[in-house]
């Protein structure tokens, strides 16, 4: 995008009216909000919905199983981005992709939310993918695009956009995490309404707050493009339906064959993808420059993700099955665990707001908060481990006092890392 274009875009919103920020980051901040309410929602008892018996109202799966699914999930969610990136910067721009995922991801929740098989289940999980692939990357793009790239209030307006993220992430499993004992479902359903009217609130906004931010495709495709795009797209997708159809049935095709298949993808997709940016005749000799650059910074987000993601599989059984929930005759459901993360986040992010804005041309560069967050990152995972090595011997947490201060802990260190690395955001949009 040329710096005339993005000048116009900045003009055409309004720069005032949410905390000194443009008016746009409230259409974005509480689409967002909703979007992670319905998201760590979900997130918050999917994993116990597969493992618990059909008594209980779970599906009945292995454990093992349950977690390698919600691991394969939760890496398909962050790949998936790499689809919706493109589709918004060659098709319909990051406006629509927002919209467009938010009603997937929504469709996705309601057939959760009603009773079905394990086929409904996988349904489900690809109309989310899909659709957080098509939200989630560019919703954090259009709040780019509302600053110039010399606007000081850039990083604390992604701060105050994080911090929106992390309360829909904070009240979602207190509120579905409390009715999952009752149903599975009406906690499913929970999720699709919290999507509903994150919809709601971007469609009733953006035209006033967000001027004609997300409304350009950067690098749109020509008609005879489209054509062999499409073409493209429904010859593979018949394809991998034809190959799928004779696989499984043979055996070939199993749990632990698609988990390969997933962690090869994640090597060669960001590979090819980078490959393709750099030797793009489109890419000017700066952009190869921050491309070069931003590698190193996408290898620390792998790092830090592998740590993070395990929020929602080994932490979640670790407090179902190895924790005391009922103490002084109250009971506390495992998915309340899921707001511990984005609690400390809430309570810390002003701070790191008004710390951006009062260092000024100060502030460590992205760089910099990097290097940082990495540091962070591996002391996190290293209490993780020696806490977890102390109490396995322990066949059940007596007391609840005994994990807190190990998901404290955990969740303290991860808080400053994400808060942090939020600020790549800034960074990595530019490219």
């Known amino acids: 995008m040329s710096n005339f274009n993005r000048q116009k875009i900045v003009d055409s919103v309004p720069q005032t009216g949410f905390f000194g920020h443009p008016k746009g980051l409230f259409t974005l901040f509480f689409t967002e909000f909703w979007e992670r309410f319905s998201y760590y929602g979900m997130r918050a008892i999917l994993v116990y919905y597969m493992y618990y018996e059909v008594s209980k109202g779970g599906l009945g799966l292995d454990e093992n199983l349950a977690l390698s699914i919600m691991s394969i999930y ?107 004992n009752y149903s599975f479902h009406l906690g499913f359903g929970i999720a699709a309404v919290g999507m509903f009217l994150g919809l709601v609130m971007f469609v009733v906004t953006k035209k006033t707050n967000l001027g004609l931010a997300g409304t350009t495709i950067p690098n749109p495709l020509s008609k005879d493009e489209k054509k062999k795009t499409y073409t493209f797209i429904g010859l593979g997708l018949a394809g991998l339906v034809a190959l799928s159809a004779i696989l499984i049935p043979m055996g070939l095709l199993t749990f632990s064959s698609f988990i390969n298949i997933v962690t090869i993808l994640g090597i060669l997709i960001p590979t090819i993808y980078f490959v393709v940016m750099y030797r793009s005749p489109k890419t000017t000799a700066v952009e190869r420059s921050r491309i070069i650059a931003y590698i190193p910074l996408f290898i620390a987000s792998v790092m830090f993700w592998s740590i993070q993601e395990q929020g929602s599989t080994i932490l979640a059984s670790y407090a179902d099955k190895r924790t005391q929930l009922d103490i002084a005759g109250i009971h506390i459901s495992p998915a309340w665990f899921q707001s511990l993360n984005p609690l400390f986040i809430i309570v810390f992010a002003p701070v790191f707001a008004w710390m951006w ?68 955001i800034s960074f990595s949009k530019i490219l």
Request: no cysteine; hydrophobic share 50%.
């Open 357 to 424: 804005v009062k260092l000024g041309r100060r502030q460590p560069t992205v760089p910099q908060k990097f290097s940082l967050a990495l540091l962070f990152a591996g002391s996190s995972e290293n209490s993780g481990v020696n806490e977890r090595h102390q109490i396995s011997s322990l066949k059940k947490v007596p007391e609840i006092n005994l994990l807190v201060p190990f998901l404290l802990l955990f969740k303290i260190i991860q808080l400053i890392n994400k808060l942090f690395r939020s600020f790549s």
């Open 74 to 180: 939760g890496s398909l969610v962050y790949m998936s981005g790499v689809i919706g990136g493109w589709m918004a910067d060659r098709l319909f721009g990051t406006s629509k992709a927002v919209f467009y995922g938010g009603i997937l991801i929504m469709l996705g929740h309601l057939v959760l939310a009603v009773p079905g098989s394990i086929a409904m289940f996988f349904v489900s999980m690809v109309l989310i993918v899909l659709g957080t692939g098509l939200l989630k990357p560019n919703v954090s793009t259009i709040v780019g695009e509302m600053y110039s790239e010399k606007d000081e209030r850039r990083d604390a307006g992604f701060t105050i956009f994080y911090m929106g993220i992390n309360m829909g992430a904070f009240l979602a499993p207190l509120i579905v995490g409390s009715v999952m």
